[in-house]
């Protein structure tokens, strides 16, 4: 099952790639043999929008790519793309590198990752040269954080960099000032609650970040990544623009399409398990974001995976929402919830799952057709999917390093039974059975001049 074709076929994969695909192939002598039968095989699904390692608001990600990528197979994941985002006081280069180090010879999926942005001047301009040769083409531009955020005049010449060297320029809209002063209101009128997120940063101040961007991508020519985008009002902005010529491609999360701003709200300050930014919406918003999946509007679902424990991290917003660490943890359980959900209620069909979940982002972020297809040549990374597997989610049974599951007790109908990446079986019915630091470093090519 890939994002175009339906068929019924043998693969056969040797030497980390895909080499035939046929009718009754005649195994060859010393051949493994998984029999899929009854069963779906996908590509191996990509996120293109994860944090493992993350410095963020006086704390650390609980992840390490040793957990993050067990939990990122089981979930039929097998290959991640973080989010490197050295703060703004810190070396581009030197960032990078400890990021590098953090992966390699200890992700047992593939995985590569988007430059972060977070100052521009000479130094950081020749850095970024150097990145981008050494194989990163993408890069990541925060509008909603002090500390990581760029001025305008940084953001004009990022992207003016960005076209020049033909690399697509991921962000994070929303407008820093905006919510810094709704947040001074909200705390001054003694409003402290998780369910305060939201309204610190409203759908509006989504969509002025969106609008934001589309006007510096319009003059500049730049091809840019909308990440996470959460409601109707961000979206319309984005379509406006691809409708007057800007290249815009659409990322929306697993969690905006299956949980609402209720959860934030909740009592006994569980509201901050569900505390992310931009904030979960009104679930009047979740309809507009099924449909721009399968009309072709918004192009992938990641996750954004942020995972901060519950019960000695997001605590230190006891008080004050505005220190509640932000992220909902979902690696592990995006593709089982987008098939159940999504799929299993007619909200998509199998093709638009392929595609949003892994074709799209290979083909954005410079992967195909290694990754995100089944088709000689490829890298044999496959998901032999179980469609008549019956269970639920929960904490207790996930391999990623956090304290609790936003998705707790939810029915899931359908899971991986075996996982590949490039040949070697990683995952059998649920468990992890690879071995640790197989993934490999990704290594792209610039391709939006």
């Not at 407008?175 to 209101?185: H, T, V, Y």
């Not at 409203?202 to 990544?225: D, Q, R, S, W």
């Not at 609402?260 to 901050?272: Q, V």
Request: glycine share 8%.
């Amino acid at each position: 099952m890939t994002a175009s074709e339906r068929y019924e076929a043998d693969i056969l994969c040797d030497h980390e790639t895909i080499t035939r695909i046929d009718r009754d192939i005649i195994p060859p002598s010393g051949a493994e043999v998984i029999d899929a039968k009854g069963k779906y095989v996908f590509p191996g699904f990509i996120d293109p929008h994860v944090h493992i390692h993350l410095s963020f608001m006086g704390t650390y990600a609980k992840d390490n790519y040793e957990t993050a990528s067990k939990g990122a197979l089981v979930g039929g994941t097998t290959t991640m793309i973080e989010m490197c985002a050295p703060p703004r006081s810190e070396d581009t280069l030197e960032g990078f590198e400890f990021w590098m180090r953090n992966a390699a010879g200890k992700s047992a999926c593939d995985f590569s990752f988007h430059i972060g942005v977070t100052k521009f001047d000479g130094k950081t301009e020749k850095q970024l040269r150097q990145i981008v040769k050494r194989g990163i083409s993408s890069f990541k531009v925060y509008l909603a954080y002090k500390g990581f955020g760029l001025d305008d005049a940084e953001l004009y010449r990022t992207l003016k960099l960005a076209k020049e060297l033909g690399v697509i320029v991921t962000v994070h809209c929303e407008n820093e000032a905006l919510i810094a002063e709704l947040q001074k209101k909200l705390l001054s009128q003694g409003k402290t609650d998780p369910g305060q997120h939201h309204e610190s940063r409203p759908p509006i101040v989504e969509a002025e970040g969106v609008h934001h961007l589309m006007t510096f991508a319009k003059l500049t020519g730049a091809a840019v990544y909308i990440v996470h985008l959460s409601c109707k009002e961000a979206l319309e902005q984005a379509i406006a623009a691809r409708q007057n010529g800007v290249r815009v491609d659409v990322e929306t999360l697993i969690q905006y399409l299956a949980l609402d701003k209720t959860y934030a709200e909740r009592p006994k300050f569980e509201g901050a398990k569900y505390v992310m930014s931009p904030p979960l919406r009104d679930k009047s918003n979740q309809p507009i974001l099924w449909n721009g999946l399968r009309s072709g509007l918004i192009q992938t679902v990641a996750t954004d995976h942020c995972p901060f424990d519950f019960k000695t991290q997001k605590v230190m917003g006891k008080k004050d929402f505005t220190k509640i660490p932000n992220g909902i943890p979902s690696l592990q359980d995006r593709i089982n919830v987008l098939y159940t959900y999504g799929v299993k209620t007619g909200k998509i069909d199998l093709h638009t799952f392929v595609n949003c979940a892994s074709t799209q982002a290979a083909k954005i972020f410079g992967l195909f057709p290694r990754k995100g297809t089944i088709q000689p040549g490829a890298d044999a990374d496959l998901v032999v999917y179980d469609p008549d597997y019956r269970g639920k989610l929960s904490a207790k049974s996930q391999y990623v390093n956090v304290d609790y599951n936003v998705f707790e007790g939810w029915k899931i109908e359908g899971r991986p039974s075996v996982v590949t990446v490039r040949g070697q079986v990683m995952v059998r019915d649920g468990k992890f059975v690879g071995k640790p630091g197989h993934g490999k470093f990704l290594q792209r090519k610039p391709s939006h001049f």
